[in-house]
């Protein structure tokens, strides 16, 4: 009995370590989508909340770090749970570095809504889409222990990096043909660079997921 | 006795850690100076070594990683030494990156050397050389438990920001005189992003130390 409900607790722990990074992956997914409505709407009132809200990530990540360690120190898990908690530890780490980039999203939005609009975003906001849908399936991947959703996002990685180039390509041209739109055009570039960044991130976690799954590590093969 | 040898294995285990951890440091090292002295002297070959060393720096995270995850599960640590290897665990990712940046720079230096050179780099060299001893000292802090330098690692990310902020200033003057130039002026700025990314592992790195040393957090206060 006494260690039926040891272990009852222990799930209850590790639960609410899921539960916790599922709430820090949700905020980020607000502020990807956040961050992207206030560039598209030229909305400067909204890029200064999205910066202001990376508080509350860094926050997030910091209590979570601090709850992994107590779990692993008081319970001492082994095999599965020990490489699900480093996992986490690993984790949420990406899931700030999110938020930063985010917050620097935010910023080049206040520059360019001091300028004049180059030309309506169409490719930006699907990067946006595509990359927040990234990040929420990479920890729904995690927290159910879905191998195929991991690998799913993996492959979806491609799609950002493209759309990324094309990007970068359609800003090039404009650089060239009016030298006055080229400071506006860089900051779209590190913009989408961002959003680049991000699906990065998710795309570690996946990777990283598949090898708490399969024990296989993709991070360095092609698949 | 049985309880002091197990201590001194133990000891041993944790010692190879921050061995192995260290020699990872050291072959990133490398990889960042001999990445802009590829650039710098237009070195393809010395790029391709670069992009193919890689693969090494992969497979120390790999096992840096799995020797942590056997410590933890095997010995049980609690406080100081749980603290050291889950943030262990952290810094191989960030060097893990670091190379993937010097993968990057390694990339971008190869597709320059196809186009005639657009103008010495002075700043870049330096960015290079201050983002490598950042590295370097962000492990020694870490292996030697010197908050101290920890810190002095923050405060020098701020040089490379500024010295990545003048690159950008620079570039822009030479895009806007010469539209000719700026699909190599935008390869520059890619290069010199990655070095100021570079940076900020090695800031990501010093600021866990000072949490691990100190148990402050100031990742996300400023100093």
Redesign the interface.
């Known amino acids: 009995m006494e260690r039926e409900h040891y272990s009852k607790q222990f799930d209850t722990e590790l639960n609410e370590i899921r539960q916790r990074l599922l709430e820090m992956g949700g905020k980020v997914e607000v502020m990807i989508n956040d961050s992207l409505k206030a560039l598209v709407e030229r909305d400067s009132d909204l890029a200064e909340r999205v910066i202001a809200s990376d508080?509350e990530i860094?926050?997030l990540?910091?209590e979570i770090d601090e709850r992994?360690?107590e779990v692993?120190?008081r319970r001492?898990p082994?095999?599965r749970d020990?490489?699900f908690i480093?996992l986490a530890?690993?984790i949420v780490?990406d899931l700030e570095r999110i938020g930063d980039q985010c917050r620097n999203i935010g910023k080049r939005t206040l520059e360019l809504n001091e300028e004049p609009p180059l030309k309506p975003y169409i490719d930006m906001p699907r990067m946006a889409q595509w990359s927040g849908v990234m990040v929420k399936e990479a920890l729904d991947a995690f927290v159910q222990g879905d191998d195929q959703l991991a690998y799913k996002v993996c492959r979806d990685d491609q799609f950002v990096d493209d759309l990324n180039d094309q990007i970068?390509r359609e800003l090039?041209t404009f650089?060239?043909a009016d030298?006055t739109s080229?400071?506006r055009a860089?900051k779209i570039?590190q913009i989408s660079?961002c959003l680049e960044r991000i699906a990065d991130h998710a795309t570690n976690v996946a990777e990283m997921v598949i090898f708490m799954i399969k024990g296989k590590?993709i991070?360095?093969m092609s698949i």
């Open positions: 508080h860094n926050r990540e910091m992994c360690l692993l120190a001492q082994a095999a020990l490489r480093t530890l690993k780490t970068q090039l650089m060239i030298p080229i400071s860089m570039n660079k590590d991070r360095h």
